[in-house]
Each structure stands twice: as structure tokens, then as C-alpha cells.
């Protein structure tokens, strides 16, 4: 262990040892003259924390290390959640220029959306540090603000070596070399321009502007013309102008390519549009990419710094490594027991345990076959979208190619089984948006587990087959109870979705279904009335007994519906048709849809909703057998009357229309529908050709 001559807390900046000491003004008086300058390497492995500081209300913390040189951030750690006797053993392996610069030791609390929690910080004086021998070090941690405050304490183990074949010759040799080279320093910028513009970037960050919420009113009516500016190193972004409001809904979506390993700081501005002057300034707020997990979409909710309110995002992180088909296949011990753990997370025993994760979703996109051609060259540059809801998943793009391999597995936690899975395929464009190549949308229980399947590719109504087919290879495991139980609750809203525009051919459509479903209707009422005819005596005794029946137990309830008038601006005539029959045909649609999924209930078009149905019919006629009517309508009418009051901010529903809503309507029904591929497109054939 080193003594405690070698470590130094936050709050005691003077560096003081046995050999020497250093004073604020940077003299020594000492006599021993320091390590000489030069290239070191400085192997730590973060061991472990104890006691370390509560930050959550749980009286636990998420702590994380960040280590700094020179005010420079050289290593973070992983987030260890819930847990004051972090165990990390991760190992670092870091340059050193000279060691007169400490090490500085900071560890934070990981709040999610918020900023994180300091939790304390130490140096390790490097000087101290005996050459080629490993040492384990002891770490304080002291608040610079309170240092009489216990923090606890970080393990560490390190070792100090030279780094081979760098003397101090050689390195100054080196560093005159650039500066006398203004020429050779010119083409190595242009190498490394190069290398990005050849894409060679170590992720994408996928970043959705949801909206923003009470920002600060810039103009003189109370209102703001608010847009908002992405930087993330040279690349920029701006979203569309949204005019007079303060609470905007953009709904706008934007792709960084990451080109530092550790991430990178991506600085987020407001504006307030002006015509003719100087765009206002609203605030800004900044997202540390660094802080967050990759292959994970994250909900972010950030303050405005210098200014008011808040904008909502969705930041997704998703590496551009590649695996091979062998690392593809799970067939590895190790994979399996990970298989053994995940089935064991979803068995029926842990119905109540975190009613919201219903299930696990791995999607391994492999490769497309026959896209279609892009650019004038007579090729594409494709990169393939997963999604489901509102997690958005990207894949490496595979220049000039028309039958791309990615190799990229996927996986996603599944809050509703009754999700689509949507994968598209784009063609990278650098100058403008990327161009769509295809889509296939899966929902998740027509899915076969562990099948590699050819997937026709659809255009983008999903009504029709385009060019080229993708193969992927999905697996999901999930808990039917829970499955059932988030049936009868809301769906998630998507965020991004494509606005309803007047077409002429869907506006037929929706009538055509809105005529069948009231034929349906009319038929019914046909029905009905010979039942009073006596056209048919048995039916007509049947249908008076349940008249009688319902007169006598029910009371019938009139339901008015108060249709309040919209009150329409001073705004352009023609706009105002449009925009009234984009209503129609959007009305139409809700109660063909409606009507529809009635219908595909009792068809089995998803065998396991119309299977929910009949077991939620039979409990509840269980229970009218057992419990009078009476007191069943007072327990729900006690649960609607107290729901606001055990739940402020919970969403009313009516669970009813909440399994209506998912069930398919033909349209969906027609979008979901696999498209037979050809057959020269069957993976079996490919290996054998390529045996052959």
C-alpha cells in the first residue's frame, strides 16, 4: 500500500512528501529531482469501492470513476447500480507525458435524465510511483465543500512503466518533425478527413426531438417561434420551426455518426425565430454520450440552461462493430446458460415481478440480397433501421453494395407483445435525407423463434413488394400473464410517425371499409327486426325472453355526447378543405378500423387475443355466478372514483377499447402479411452454391 504521503485528497491541493515538496509556485526545495520527462504508461485496475456516500432516495447510489490528466478525461468506468460496495475490476491502460501532472480520481452517482450526484474525489501523486512495480493504492474520497465528511473509500491497483522503444530523444526528435512539417501535418488532415468521409465511425447516435415543454416566451404576444440547433463536433442539425407556441411538438428524428470511442459531448441550443432580425436565443443543454449505455434508447428529459423550460428526447447509442455468422449462432455454453436465465426471468412463477417487462426481443439482421440501386452507379449504399415503438436501433452502412452483410445482433426489452417489429432499409446519402430501399413490419407473435427467414421487402405503405429481401433470425421469449394484463392497459404512443396527408385512393378506401362495416350493421338491423315479424316463430320467442329478461334486470342509460364547435381562423380557404377532409378520411378510417377489429376478434386473426377474450369471458361470467351484480358494480365504481386519488397522474382508459385497439384491422392485417420470397432466395440454396 502506499503511504499517505502519496495520496491526497480533494481539498488538500499542495502535494507534500517525505522526499520533497512542492509549493504553490511550482519551485522545489528539495534536492531530488523528479522522473524525467517522457512517455510512460500507467496501467490501473479500478478494484472496488466501500462505503461509499448515499445520493438516491433509496439510500443507495449508481456510482461510476471518472480518472483525469491535465484537466482531460482518460477513463470512465461502467455504472454499477444500487450497490454502496461497487465491485468494478475494470483495467485501464493510459499514456503519460510527464508526471509532474497527479491523477485525478472523481466518482458520481448515475441519475438517468438528471445530472448526476458528485460523490467524491482523491489524487494519486504520480511522482511517488516506483517504476515496473505493481502497487495497490488506497483512495480517500473528500469533498472539496465539506471535508469533514466521510465518502468512503476506492481500491485501486497500479503500475508505472516506461513505454518501450520511446526515449525523450526519439519523442522530441518527433515533436520538431511535426512542427518543421507544416506539409506532411496538411496530408494527414486530409488522410483523417478522408477516413470520415469514407464513414470509418465507431457508432450512430440516433436522436428524436420530442418536444419541448413551457419554454421561455420570446416575442411580445407571450409567444416564441421555437426551433432547436444539434452540434456534435463538425456535424450540425436543425429542426423545423414551430410557430407560436411554448410547448412545441416536433417529432423530428436525426442521426450522428460517433466517431470517439468514449463518445462525446453533443451541445443542444433553443431559438426563437424573427423575421428579419437576429434569432433570439431561448437555452441550452448539453448530452453526455459517454454517460449513457449503448444498443439502449433512452427517454431524456433536459433543463434549458440560461433560459426556461425543457426539451424531451430520445437518445439511442448503437455501436457499428460487427460479429461473424459463427458468433451469430447460439450454440456456446455461454449463451446458453445466458438462454437459461432469460427463460428463468420470464417464467410463469415471476408473474409479479415488474409487471411492465413482459418480455425479451433479439433480432439478428444478417444480410439483404437484390436492393435496389440507388445511385447512378448502379449501386447502394445500405443501412438497416430496427424498431419497435419508439426504440430505434441502426446498423453500420455497407458501401456500394447491393447484397449486403451486417451480422448485427439486436436486442430490445418488450413492454406490450402486441408490438410490430419494423425493419427498413435506407441508402446512405451524405448531401441529402437517406433513400428508402425497402420494409418489412413482423409483429412479434407471428414470430417463429431461432427460424432464419427471408423477408420480402414492402414499400413504404407495406401494401406491395419492392425489390430485394432481408434475412433475420428472431427470438422472443415472453410472460403470457403479463402479456395479458398490459393488453388491458393503454398502448405506448410512437412518437415518430408518418402525418395523414389527403390521398385520393385512401380516402376511397376508407369509404369502401366504412360501406361494409355499415352493411354489416344494416344486416344486423334486418336481423333483428324479422325477429319481431315472427317470420321465424322460435327466433322470435327466443328474442322476446331476453327482452324481457334485460327490461326487467337493467336500467337503460342515455348517454349524451356534447360536441363542442371548433372555432376555425382566419386562414386560407383551400388549406381549410384539405384539411377537413384529411379529418374525413382519418374518421373513416377509426371507425372502419373499429368495426374491423371487432370482426378479426372472433375470426382468430391473432389466435391469442381471441383466446384472451373467451378465458376474460368465462372468469367473468365465474364471477357473475358467484358475486350478485351489485357488488361488482360497487367495486368498480369505488376503483374508478379513487383511481386519481391512488394514481394522480395515471391515464384513464377503458379496457375495452385498450384490447380493441390490439387487434389488427384489415389494413394492418394486409401490412403484417408475409410476402412468399423466391425461391432462389432460400438460404439453404445459397450454401449449397456456394459448396458448388
Known amino acids: 500500500m502506499l503511504d499517505s504521503c502519496k495520496l491526497k485528497s480533494a481539498c488538500n491541493l499542495p502535494l507534500i512528501c517525505n522526499k520533497k515538496i512542492i509549493n504553490t509556485a511550482g519551485t522545489s526545495n528539495a534536492e531530488v529531482p523528479l522522473a524525467d520527462p517522457g512517455m510512460y504508461q500507467l496501467d490501473i485496475t479500478l478494484r472496488r469501492g466501500q462505503s ?77 510511483l516506483e517504476l515496473n512495480r505493481p502497487t495497490d493504492v488506497t483512495l480517500t474520497l473528500k469533498d472539496p465543500h465539506y471535508p469533514d465528511h466521510d465518502l468512503g473509500i476506492i481500491l485501486l491497483s497500479v503500475i508505472l512503466t516506461p513505454k518501450e522503444g520511446e526515449s525523450r530523444d526519439v519523442t522530441m526528435l518527433m515533436r520538431k518533425s511535426w512542427k518543421r512539417s507544416s506539409k506532411f501535418q496538411t496530408q494527414s488532415l486530409r488522410l483523417s478527413d478522408l477516413h470520415r468521409k469514407s464513414h470509418l465511425w465507431r457508432g450512430i447516435v440516433s436522436i428524436t426531438l420530442i418536444e419541448g415543454r413551457d419554454l421561455k416566451a420570446m416575442d411580445s404576444n407571450g409567444l416564441s417561434d421555437p426551433y432547436v440547433k444539434f452540434r456534435l463536433g463538425h456535424q450540425k442539425y436543425k429542426s423545423k420551426i414551430m410557430p407560436k ?44 454520450l459517454s454517460a449513457l449505455s449503448r444498443e439502449q434508447t433512452h427517454k431524456l428529459e433536459l433543463q434549458l440552461e440560461e433560459g426556461e423550460g425543457h426539451l424531451v428526447l430520445l437518445v439511442t447509442l448503437t455501436a457499428s462493430a460487427t460479429v461473424s455468422i459463427s458468433d451469430l449462432s447460439v450454440n456456446s455454453l455461454e449463451d446458453q446458460k445466458e438462454r437459461e436465465e432469460i427463460l428463468k426471468r420470464y417464467s410463469p ?40 415503438n419508439n426504440d430505434r436501433l ?9 447484397n449486403p452483410e451486417w451480422n448485427k445482433v439486436f436486442t430490445f426489452n418488450i413492454k406490450d407483445i402486441h408490438s410490430v417489429l419494423e425493419v427498413t432499409v435506407y441508402d446512405e446519402d451524405r448531401d441529402r435525407s437517406a433513400d428508402f430501399l ?72 376508407n ?87 371487432i370482426k378479426n376478434t372472433f375470426n382468430w386473426t391473432v389466435p391469442f387475443l ?74 439453404y440454396k445459397r450454401k449449397k452454391n456456394n459448396l458448388g
Request: a negative charge; glycine letters at 4%.
Open 610 to 683: 381471441s383466446w384472451l377474450a373467451i378465458v376474460a369471458l368465462c372468469v367473468f361470467t365465474a364471477i357473475l355466478y358467484c358475486i350478485p351484480l351489485r357488488y361488482i358494480v360497487l367495486v368498480w365504481g369505488i376503483n374508478k372514483f379513487t383511481k386519481k386519488l391512488r394514481s394522480p397522474y395515471a391515464i384513464d382508459n377503458n379496457e375495452l377499447l385498450d384490447f380493441l385497439s390490439r387487434v389488427p384491422s384489415d389494413v394492418q392485417v394486409v401490412q403484417y402479411q408475409e410476402l412468399k420470397p423466391d425461391p432462389s432466395h432460400s438460404p
Open 511 to 597: 369509404f369502401i371499409r366504412m360501406k361494409r362495416c355499415v352493411m354489416v350493421l344494416v344486416n344486423a338491423a334486418y336481423y333483428i327486426n324479422s325477429c319481431f315479424d315472427w317470420d321465424s316463430p322460435p327466433r322470435s320467442l327466443a328474442a322476446f325472453v331476453v327482452v324481457e329478461d334485460m327490461l326487467e334486470d337493467e336500467e337503460e342509460e342515455d348517454d349524451k355526447d356534447d360536441k363542442d364547435s371548433e372555432k376555425k381562423g382566419f386562414i386560407n380557404k383551400i388549406y381549410a378543405i384539405q384539411e377537413v377532409c384529411v379529418s374525413v378520411q382519418n374518421i373513416l378510417d377509426e371507425v372502419a378500423s373499429f368495426g374491423e377489429r
Open 245 to 288: 407556441t411554448l410547448n412545441p411538438q416536433w417529432r423530428e428524428q436525426f442521426d450522428f455518426h460517433l466517431y470517439e470511442e468514449r463518445g462525446g459531448i453533443i451541445d443542444i441550443t433553443a431559438w426563437d425565430k424573427d423575421a428579419g432580425k437576429r434569432d433570439d436565443f431561448i437555452g441550452r443543454c448539453q448530452v453526455d
Open 349 to 388: 412463477l415471476r408473474i409479479f415481478h415488474n409487471l411492465k417487462d413482459v418480455g425479451f426481443l433479439q433480432v439478428k439482421v444478417i444480410r439483404a440480397e437484390g436492393l435496389m440501386a440507388a445511385d447512378v452507379t448502379g449501386k447502394s449504399d445500405p443501412f438497416c433501421v430496427v424498431e419497435l
Open 52 to 128: 461509499l456516500a448515499a445520493r438516491d432516495r433509496g439510500g443507495t447510489s449508481d456510482p461510476y470513476v471518472k480518472f483525469k490528466i491535465g484537466g482531460k478525461e482518460v477513463f470512465r468506468s461502467k455504472i454499477i447500480h444500487k450497490n454502496l460496495n461497487p465491485v468494478w475490476e475494470e483495467k485501464a491502460c493510459i499514456l503519460v507525458d510527464h508526471l509532474r501532472e497527479p491523477l485525478y480520481i472523481k466518482v458520481f452517482d448515475y441519475d438517468f435524465g438528471l445530472q448526476d450526484d458528485f460523490m467524491g474525489s482523491a489524487f494519486l501523486d504520480l511522482t511517488q
Open 394 to 402: 441502426l446498423t453500420h452502412t455497407v458501401y456500394k453494395n447491393l
Open 438 to 509: 425497402g420494409k418489412v413490419a413482423i409483429p412479434l407473435l407471428s414470430i417463429q423463434n431461432g427460424e432464419q427467414k427471408a423477408y420480402v421487402l414492402k414499400n413504404k405503405q407495406l401494401t406491395g413488394p419492392t425489390k430485394g429481401v432481408i434475412y433475420l433470425e428472431i427470438d422472443v421469449i415472453f410472460n403470457a400473464v403479463k402479456a395479458s394484463l398490459r393488453t388491458l392497459i393503454p398502448k405506448e404512443q410512437k412518437y415518430i410517425e408518418e402525418e395523414n396527408r389527403l390521398s385520393k385512393q385512401l380516402l376511397l378506401r
